[in-house]
């Protein structure tokens, strides 16, 4: 590993130290936010592609202390950035290049890319990261922390819980911005990724670009003053539309057992169920042959419109005989005409038994992450839906004054339907396994019909089989960003018409 202008000091991204900062101060005071092209590392790294093939990467390895003024804790507010310098040799110029922004979020946990000391290289399961992937394409990586949930001061005062993460991406987003030519890449192609918590950070980052919403908490934290739109948005089984989700997860999984064998209370998901039916119908998501989405045709919308084509690629991939082996081991499911079919029940027994308890995301008990992440000062964990907190408190009970607000901070769908955000990703990478149960199969489904009815460019999959957390085609979604960007490799200054810049 070549050291270049940063030496052996660890490279510090901007100018000054954010703990000089004190609040209060005036913004003049405050350290610039300036990326220092000079401060990298230089490292090579071995990646494995999707077909197998390894490539020698070259990159320049920049960390960049804080990307906020005034940290409330640096470890989690600050970025890295990776940038290819030669693959197996051949010079990669990625001035222009698409910069993919991979937050590591996973059950709205904190999340700190401090002390990583190069790109994070391997994956879920040991394979190739998508950050390493994206490399080995020429893309820039900029690799985000932020704070989560449990993070608490030492007053006992949680800092990380809703809305911090968002806030801490959304800053992010505006450095790079606030950088625009200082930092490699081009940052109006800023593509983000994220899986489960952090894909729904990923998608909430795209629906919410330059909402006022978040001006005051990204005010307080000393956010560089720039706009933090994207331009796509790659979403992998994102857990999002959290006030509806218990509702939703009712809907889907209400008639499924638990790995025990036992069904939750059927009267409490029935009623559920029944909230679900009041809720879906005020989305008014067109469908293609059902008309607007109910609770009586979503089984047939998700069918029809994600599962059975899921199943169909996955025959469709495979040899005649892996194909009639499949096909008598799960007589459910026929296949004519290159396409496969089946029931939803049919679908559901497959699947098998669901993952979580009901309520599952506002429980009664407050034990789940998600009452963890509508906790604030020292309550560490709060009731964020009318219908839980009614049950444990009486008929009138109210929800905290801030929840509804807050809700509406972390909520992608708020953003997309209540008030329509012009300034949203209109590129979309929707994945989502057909045996993930950590939520609805109709959140990642409702998220996509949204917006498709709305004109966006989305490309929404199911894997099948796919459990939580899966990438069935890695490769395809790089290939997706060159697509989307117009990034042709190696192509220098390239102007697209009516890029306007
Ligand atoms: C994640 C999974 C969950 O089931 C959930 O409720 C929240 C987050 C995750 O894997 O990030």
Not at 23 to 36: I, N, R, S, T
Not at 306 to 317: E, G, K, N
Not at 329 to 352: C, E, M, Q
Not at 368 to 395: C, D, I, M, V
Request: charged share 20%.
């Amino acid at each position: 590993m070549g050291l270049t202008a940063a030496g052996a000091a660890p490279a510090l991204g901007f100018a000054g130290s954010a703990r000089a900062a004190t609040k209060g101060q005036p913004v003049g005071a405050e350290p610039a936010l300036v990326f220092d092209p000079a401060a990298h590392t230089e490292q090579t790294i071995a990646v494995r592609d999707t077909t197998g093939t390894v490539h020698s990467v070259t990159y320049r390895f920049f960390k960049v202390a804080s990307y906020v003024a005034r940290p409330v804790n640096a470890a989690y507010q600050s970025l890295n950035v990776s940038v290819p310098v030669s693959v197996d040799g051949s010079p990669v110029d990625a001035t222009d290049a698409p910069i993919l922004l991979a937050n590591s979020v996973g059950g709205y946990m904190p999340s700190s890319v401090a002390a990583n000391t190069g790109i994070i290289a391997s994956g879920m399961g040991g394979g190739t990261s998508r950050q390493a992937l994206a490399l080995a394409a020429g893309y820039v990586v900029v690799e985000p922390g932020a704070r989560g949930r449990t993070l608490v001061d030492a007053d006992g005062v949680y800092y990380g819980t809703a809305p911090a993460a968002i806030v801490d991406l959304k800053a992010a987003v505006r450095y790079l911005k606030a950088n625009k030519g200082r930092v490699p890449g081009d940052v109006e192609r800023i593509v983000s990724s994220g899986v489960s918590a952090g894909g729904a950070l990923s998608a909430l980052l795209g629906a919410s670009g330059d909402s006022p919403l978040y001006e005051p908490y990204l005010a307080e934290i000393g956010a560089a003053d720039a706009s933090d739109a994207i331009f796509a948005s790659g979403d992998w089984c994102p857990i999002t539309d959290l006030e509806h989700a218990d509702a939703a997860y009712e809907w889907n999984w209400g008639g499924s057992p638990l790995a025990s064998g036992a069904l939750v209370d059927q009267t409490l998901s029935r009623e559920l169920t029944a909230r679900y039916a009041d809720y879906l119908p005020t989305l008014g998501l067109r469908t293609e042959g059902h008309g607007t989405l109910t609770a009586r045709n979503l089984d047939d919308h998700l069918v029809e419109k994600y599962l059975q084509p899921s199943a169909t690629r996955f025959l469709a991939a495979l040899t005649d005989d892996a194909r009639a082996d499949y096909l008598a081991a799960h007589p459910f499911l026929t296949w004519s005409g290159g396409r496969a079919r089946f029931t939803w029940a049919d679908f559901l027994t497959h699947v098998g038994p669901r993952k979580k308890n009901a309520p599952s995301f506002d429980a009664f008990g407050l034990t789940t992450p998600e009452n963890n992440l509508y906790g604030t000062g020292t309550t560490g964990a709060r009731h964020f839906t009318l219908f839980s907190l009614r049950h444990e408190q009486g008929a009138g009970a109210r929800l905290a004054p801030d929840i509804p607000a807050k809700l509406r901070l972390m909520n992608p769908m708020h953003h997309l339907v209540d008030q329509v955000n012009p300034h949203r990703a209109k590129h979309w990478w929707i994945r989502v396994g057909t045996k993930d149960s950590d939520t609805s199969l109709s959140v990642v489904a409702n998220l996509a019909t949204r917006l498709e009815n709305l004109g966006d460019d989305v490309d929404a999959r199911y894997y099948w089989d796919g459990g939580h957390g899966a990438d069935q085609d890695p490769g395809e979604f790089i290939g997706w960003i060159a697509q989307v960007t117009g990034h042709r490799p190696g192509v220098r200054s390239r102007r697209l018409p009516g890029r306007g810049r």
